[in-house]
C-alpha cells in the first residue's frame, strides 16, 4: 500500500504530465502549420499571396507562449501587433509587443493596454490584411476598454463586488462586457470584415466563446436585462457605483446600443479554434495516473457550484471506494476539473483551490485508508496568493490541532485557508505555469 509521501509524490507527477499537455505554445503549434504561403489552422486554408499583412491581438495569462509560437509558425508573414498578459507572465518577442497588467483587478496599465489594441485595430488593420487574436484566461481582466463615463474605479468596484459575491465566470464576464468597448463581440466590429483566426486557450465551463476573455471577437448571448438580473439576484444592485447601474438602466431601456449579436454579418470570417481545454488536462491526468499503476477516472471537467459542497460529494465517493470497492478499485485516482465559487465571508486569505482542500481535511481524517487530496489551479494562482492550491491528507486535522483546537473550524469560517495550509507546509507553489485551464482535482487513494 503507498504511502502517503508517495502518494503526494504521485500527485506532482501527475499534475506535471497534466500542465504539460496544455502547454499554450505546443497547443499553438499543433493548431497552425504553414508550408510556403499555404497556412492552415485546424483544417481551413489559407493562402498568404492573397493577404497583405498578418497581424497578432490578444490577452490572457497564456499571451507570451501563444505568441511565441506563432512567431515561429509565421516567420516574416507576421507584420506586429499588440497583446497583454499578467504580470510575471511575460517572455522576450521578436517581432510582437507584449504588454504586461494586473489580474485579477484590472489596473492603469490594463486601460493603456486596451486602448493600444483597440487604436491599432482602428488605425494600421486594412482590409485585405488577416488577424490573429490570441485568447486565454485573464484576458477579460487584462484588456480594459471601459465604456463612455465608467472610470477604471467603477470596473473595479464593479468586479470586486462580484468576486465576493460568489458570481460564475458567466455573470462576471455578461457585466464585464456591457461596461466595454472591445468585449463582447466589440473587437469584432472595430476589425469589420477583415479576416480574423481566434486561437483560444479555453478557462471556461463548456468551452463558452463568448465567455472565454468575454468573447471579444464572438456574438455576445447576454444583455443589458441579463445584468440587471444578475445584480439584483446577487443583492449587489444598490452596491455598484452609480456610473455602472446608471449604464445598465439605460442599455435595459434600449437607450444604449446592445452588445453584437448572433447573425451580425461582422461574424461571418471569424473562425474560432479551441487549442486546449480542461478536458485535455485530465484526459492526460488520467493517462499518466493508469501508467503508475492507479485505476483512474475522471468524474468530470465542468465542475460549478459551491466548493464546499463539491469538496463534500468527491469524499463521499473516496468514501465509498474505501469501504465499498466502487466505483473504483484501490489504488485509485479521482480526477476532476472546473471552476467552483467561494461566497466570501471571513476576511481571511485563500482561493477556490485551498478551500476545497480544506474542506476535505475533517473526512479524511477518519478514512480507514491513506488518501491525499491535491487541488490546484492550472494557471499558477489560487485567487490572490502566491500559491497554486494546497495538499489535505488524513494526518491534515490532526497535525492543525497543535495550533488550537478549533484551528480548522475558524479557518473556513473565515475563509482563512492560505495560512492555515502556509503553517502545516502544504501549500503547492509553482510559480507562473503561463497556461490557464482552470482547476484540477487529483485524489489518490492508496
Known amino acids: 500500500m503507498k504511502s502517503q509521501r508517495l502518494l503526494r509524490s504521485d500527485a506532482a507527477s501527475i499534475w506535471s504530465e ?18 510556403g504561403h499555404e497556412l492552415r489552422v485546424a483544417g481551413k486554408l489559407y493562402d498568404l499571396r492573397k493577404v497583405r499583412k498578418i497581424w497578432a491581438l490578444g490577452a490572457g495569462k497564456a499571451a ?63 482590409p485585405g490584411d488577416m488577424v490573429f487574436c490570441l485568447l486565454s484566461g485573464g484576458g477579460s481582466a487584462l484588456l480594459v476598454a471601459p465604456a463612455p463615463e465608467i472610470s477604471l474605479e467603477d470596473k473595479l468596484c464593479c468586479t470586486q463586488l462580484l468576486l465576493s459575491s460568489g458570481a460564475t465566470i458567466h455573470e462576471i464576464n455578461a457585466i464585464r462586457k456591457h461596461l466595454s468597448t472591445l468585449k463582447g463581440g466589440q473587437l469584432a466590429r472595430v476589425l469589420g470584415r477583415v479576416p480574423v483566426v481566434s486561437l483560444i486557450l479555453s478557462d471556461v465551463v463548456g468551452d463558452d466563446l463568448d465567455t472565454i476573455a468575454s468573447g471579444p471577437l464572438v456574438p455576445d448571448r447576454s444583455t443589458f436585462r ?43 470570417n471569424k473562425q474560432n479554434v479551441i487549442v486546449a481545454n480542461n478536458s485535455t488536462a485530465c484526459a492526460a491526468a488520467a493517462r499518466k495516473a493508469r501508467r503508475m499503476g492507479y485505476h483512474a477516472m475522471v468524474l468530470t471537467s465542468r465542475l460549478e457550484g459551491d466548493t464546499g459542497e463539491c469538496a463534500r460529494v468527491h469524499m463521499a465517493i473516496v468514501q465509498e471506494i474505501v469501504l465499498e470497492g466502487r466505483p473504483l478499485k484501490r489504488p485509485a485516482c479521482l480526477l476532476s476539473g472546473g471552476e467552483t465559487t467561494v461566497q466570501i465571508l471571513g476576511k481571511g486569505k485563500g482561493g477556490r483551490n485551498q478551500e476545497f482542500a480544506l474542506h476535505c ?86
Do not use: W
Open 18 to 35: 497534466a500542465l504539460r499537455a496544455v502547454d499554450p505554445e505546443a497547443a499553438v503549434v499543433q493548431h497552425v502549420k504553414r508550408k
Open 64 to 126: 507570451a507562449p501563444m505568441a511565441s509560437a506563432l512567431e515561429k509558425v509565421l516567420g516574416r508573414h507576421l507584420a506586429g501587433g499588440i497583446l497583454v498578459t499578467k504580470y510575471g507572465h511575460g517572455l522576450p518577442m521578436k517581432v510582437l509587443e507584449l504588454l504586461e497588467a494586473g489580474h485579477p483587478l484590472p489596473d492603469a496599465n490594463g486601460v493603456t493596454a486596451g486602448l493600444r489594441i483597440r487604436h491599432l485595430a482602428e488605425s494600421q488593420i486594412e
Open 226 to 268: 441579463d445584468c440587471q438580473e444578475i445584480l439584483e439576484r446577487l443583492r449587489i444592485a444598490h452596491k455598484v457605483p452609480a456610473s455602472v447601474r446608471r449604464r445598465i438602466d439605460e442599455g435595459a431601456k434600449g437607450r444604449i446600443p446592445e452588445t453584437p449579436k448572433p447573425g451580425d454579418p461582422i461574424f461571418r
Open 361 to 446: 481535511a475533517r473526512p479524511l481524517a477518519v478514512l480507514p485508508a491513506p488518501c491525499v487530496v491535491a487541488c490546484l489551479g492550472t494557471d499558477g494562482t489560487d485567487g490572490p496568493t502566491d500559491a497554486a492550491g494546497a495538499f489535505s491528507d488524513n494526518s491534515t486535522l490532526t497535525r492543525a490541532l497543535k495550533f488550537g483546537p478549533g484551528f480548522l473550524k475558524e479557518s473556513l469560517e473565515n475563509n482563512d485557508s492560505y495560512r492555515f495550509f502556509q503553517r502545516l507546509g502544504d501549500l503547492i507553489i509553482t510559480g507562473p505555469t503561463r497556461t490557464n485551464v482552470m482547476d484540477l482535482h487529483i485524489i489518490l487513494i492508496g
